[in-house]
């Protein structure tokens, strides 16, 4: 049971996060579900966990026209800390693969004209069994961050409980924001309680969180994109009112260009992404894709849409018995973006639809 004066303090805490950030949804590069918690950077030196990977996709960010189009942060994820936190409590990376430190290496992420990203966890440990964030370490740790020029906080939620993450997840929002360092916050909340209301209250996580992930991780295939977008649009009148400028819905990662999608398949989630106005963090190896992979995640209107400033999160209008699904945002200066997904198995097929069945008024439109 809480009393009067820990909902007061809860109330307190959650009016904290209107500084400006995340705007439009964030873009960069996670390294997550490509590189998941690769240590071993004897026999992996190229792929594993290590401040090499993340300079070198910095370098790929920099170098490579992502940064020009809005791809600005390099996100590190589990599995980058020591297995001991140091002397004075602070949490340290590991010695081995990270030997510069995270300030150094949030340093020249910063040459390049981008941000560093990090990753930390409530509770005991993180998902890998790293040193976790308890209660009493949020405020050592959200200064840890700052002192090291972090720019950007993923909060998850693995080994906690229910009490813990109520309490700690506003509590890491009040921390990052003591610091006097804008750190994007992004918050795992949701998807540790169930990730709807009654269980899920999206007005509170708007006031505490950037952004949050509502739903499962995403995995390297189109079933695991297709279940991610049928519960996104299931659900879509309980989350989709909660978006908007400095509180997005996660979907989680673009995972175009690995293993699990075809072309089509990767612009499908391009275009639902960004109709979704959902945060476009890649996750695949910047330094081996393909022309065609790099076009659909560089595709300039597709990126307009995404980060359109009026922020309204787009809708699914229909699912048409042919297996088309039509999808609809609205924009800026009274423009409107749709999307057609065929989830036909079959063959190409002619849909036909008028603008009076997608419910636009009678007028003349410019496409």
């Avoid at 792929?47 to 020009?68: H, K, P, Q, T």
């Avoid at 790099?294 to 699912?319: E, F, H, W, Y």
């Avoid at 409107?336 to 639809?353: E, K, Q």
Wanted: net charge negative.
């Amino acid at each position: 049971m809480f009393g009067p004066m820990s909902l007061l303090s809860l109330f307190a805490l959650v009016q904290s996060n209107d500084n400006g950030l995340a705007l439009t949804p964030p873009m960069g590069w996670m390294a997550w579900e490509r590189f998941r918690c690769d240590t071993d950077c004897q026999e992996d030196p190229e792929n594993c966990i290590s401040e090499v990977l993340f300079r070198d996709m910095a370098d790929r960010l920099y170098e490579d026209g992502w940064r020009e189009l809005g791809y600005e942060y390099v996100i590190i994820d589990d599995c980058w800390m020591s297995k001991a936190r140091d002397q004075d409590g602070r949490l340290q990376p590991d010695p081995d693969r990270f030997p510069s430190g995270i300030a150094r290496l949030a340093e020249y992420v910063h040459s390049r004209g981008l941000k560093l990203g990090i990753y930390a966890d409530m509770g005991r440990y993180t998902c890998m069994g790293f040193p976790g964030t308890t209660l009493d370490r949020i405020k050592t740790d959200a200064q840890t961050f700052a002192d090291w020029g972090v720019d950007y906080l993923k909060f998850d939620g693995c080994s906690s409980n229910p009490l813990e993450q109520m309490l700690g997840y506003p509590l890491m929002s009040k921390a990052l924001n003591a610091t006097g360092r804008p750190m994007v916050y992004s918050c795992s909340w949701p998807v540790y309680v169930g990730s709807l209301p009654p269980e899920v209250n999206y007005t509170l996580l708007g006031n505490i969180c950037h952004l949050w992930r509502n739903y499962y991780d995403i995995q390297d295939s189109w079933e695991s994109v297709k279940f991610i977008k049928d519960w996104f649009f299931k659900n879509q009148d309980y989350i989709q009112p909660a978006a908007g400028p400095g509180r997005w819905n996660d979907p989680d990662m673009l995972i175009i260009g690995n293993f699990g999608l075809s072309l089509d398949q990767s612009r499908a989630q391009m275009a639902l992404w960004s109709i979704m106005a959902a945060p476009l963090i890649m996750s695949n190896n910047l330094r081996q894709l393909d022309a065609s992979t790099q076009a659909i995640l560089q595709n300039k209107l597709a990126i307009i849409i995404n980060q359109d400033p009026l922020g309204i999160q787009g809708r699914q209008l229909l699912t048409e018995k042919s297996k088309i699904e039509v999808y609809w945002r609205p924009l800026v200066d009274s423009n409107s973006a749709l999307a057609f997904l065929s989830m036909r198995s079959d063959m190409p097929y002619l849909y036909h639809t008028s603008l009076g069945k997608l419910g636009y008024d009678v007028g003349i439109y410019q496409v």
